[in-house]
Nanobody
Framework: QVQLVESGGGLVQPGGSLRLSCAVSGNAISSMGIGWHRQAPGKERELVADMITSGATNFADFVKGRFTISRDNAKNTFYLQMNDLKPEDTAIYYC?????????????WGQGTQVTVSS
């Protein structure tokens, strides 16, 4: 069974940085699509960034130039580096991993970690 465990959230001042980690067990991330979503209070969940198995990345416009996504296949862990954080980045952040099968895919989600940007 695939499980995702997040860490690294917390309280940070505007302009600060945080790195979120997502440790995956049950499947090698090198063969999975990986990503990060977030959900702010009163808002719908939205995609922040993702990476396909080739390493190609995709970022939401509101984080371009500030956030990066990376993975460490040896540790089976991937990351979201968040720089120049803004109050509007406050949300619960979820890591996701997609396992591919012949004709379908299954998405797995982490439990979520709170990120609060405030002075």
């Amino acid at each position: 069974q695939v499980q995702l465990v997040e860490s690294g959230g917390g309280l940070v001042q505007p302009g600060g940085s945080l790195r979120l980690s997502c440790a995956v067990s049950g499947n090698a991330i090198s063969s999975m699509g990986i990503g990060w979503h977030r959900q702010a209070p009163g808002k719908e969940r939205e995609l922040v960034a993702d990476m396909i198995t080739s390493g190609a990345t995709n970022f939401a416009d509101f984080v371009k130039g500030r956030f990066t996504i990376s993975r460490d296949n040896a540790k089976n862990t991937f990351y979201l580096q968040m720089n120049d954080l803004k109050p509007e980045d406050t949300a619960i952040y979820y890591c996701t991993a997609r396992k591919y099968f012949a004709v379908a895919a299954i998405d797995y989600w982490g439990q979520g970690t709170q990120v609060t940007v405030s002075s």
